[in-house]
């Protein structure tokens, strides 16, 4: 089954007064690259949702994040630092007498005075009791995301099996080019060794090594079995039912690009020339695609 790199998926689940929502979005990367956000309160969690991610995906940069609500209580209490306010008090008082200011403090300004007023949170620790809940949660946005990259990676395999069938065309169409390019030149190489035979002399066991240099220089059916052979490669990763296929795709890929540049540099067929000049049309379409499969 193929997967794309790139989805959403959201999950949720509730349990009494708590719920708990999550929501990941994926794409592309090298390897896998995990990010996951969690309420302060619940940064244990952290490291069992990482684990719950990597027993489902393989490649990719991907973004988690958790929200909780608690529908029955506030969930902080306030504490009021008093030796601060007790101090803050004093020093406003002694600056008003000395400088004899008009000055009336409000709750407002209180406010605004850092560290007087302590957020705590309220009662235990929860994030052990209320794990399961974020694990559903969690679960429930990986089966999403999981199914978006599945139905992306289907149609992605589609198009990308269009281009390597293509691709084999190509390459079949090339061999039987091949030894038509090798009997073509060396028909030229022995026109002119005959035109300038008349002129000087030629030694003919020298000319018999240039013509077998030449003909094994035009010779691309090496070239052409490793094509066949990237190819078959391609056509069984396109069938695998299972795994992560991206990274041998694009590897086999660029061996397939080498290959055509090399009987493409060897031949001066234009009808070879033609065909790779298609072919690389193709991996350039495929190589884009493959970057987002997983």
């Known amino acids: 089954m193929w997967q794309s790199m790139t989805g959403y998926g959201r999950g949720e689940a509730r349990a009494g007064e708590i719920s708990v929502t999550a929501e990941i979005r994926t794409v592309n990367h090298r390897f ?71 000055m009336n403090l409000s709750v407002r300004d209180l406010l605004g ?23 559903e949660a969690v679960r429930g946005a990986i089966r999403m995301l999981l ?53 000087v002399g030629t030694d003919p066991a020298r000319l018999s090594q240039e013509a077998a240099y030449l003909a094994d220089r035009l010779d691309v059916t090496e070239e052409c079995e490793r094509m066949g052979s990237h190819l078959s490669g391609l056509e069984g ?23 055509m540049n090399t009987a493409s540099n060897k031949s001066a067929h234009t009808g070879i020339s033609e065909r790779v000049v298609e072919a690389k049309t193709e991996l350039e379409k495929v190589r884009e695609q493959i970057q987002n499969v997983e």
Do not use: T
Request: one cysteine or more; proline letters at 3%.
């Open 32 to 102: 896998l690259d995990l990010h996951v956000r969690c309420p302060s309160k619940y940064m244990g969690w952290e490291v069992r949702v990482r684990s719950l991610l990597r027993e489902s995906l393989a490649r990719g940069k991907v973004d988690l994040f958790l929200a909780v609500r608690d529908w029955g209580k506030a969930g902080a209490s306030v504490q009021v630092n008093r030796e601060l306010l007790r101090r803050f008090l004093d020093e406003a008082g002694r600056i008003r007498e000395e400088h004899r200011l008009e």
């Open 147 to 199: 199914e978006a990259r599945r139905v992306e990676g289907e149609r992605m395999r589609s198009v990308i099996g269009e281009s390597v069938r293509r691709l084999r065309e190509i390459s079949d169409e090339i061999s039987p080019l091949s030894r038509e390019n090798k009997e073509l030149a060396l028909a030229r190489f022995r026109e002119r060794i005959e035109f300038l035979s008349g002129e």
């Open 237 to 259: 990763l396109l069938r695998n039912p299972g795994g992560a296929v991206g990274k041998r795709f694009d590897f086999l890929i660029q061996e397939l690009f080498r290959e």
């Open 113 to 135: 005075v850092p560290d007087l007023f302590v957020f705590a949170p309220e009662g235990d620790d929860d994030a052990e009791e209320n794990w399961k809940i974020a694990e």
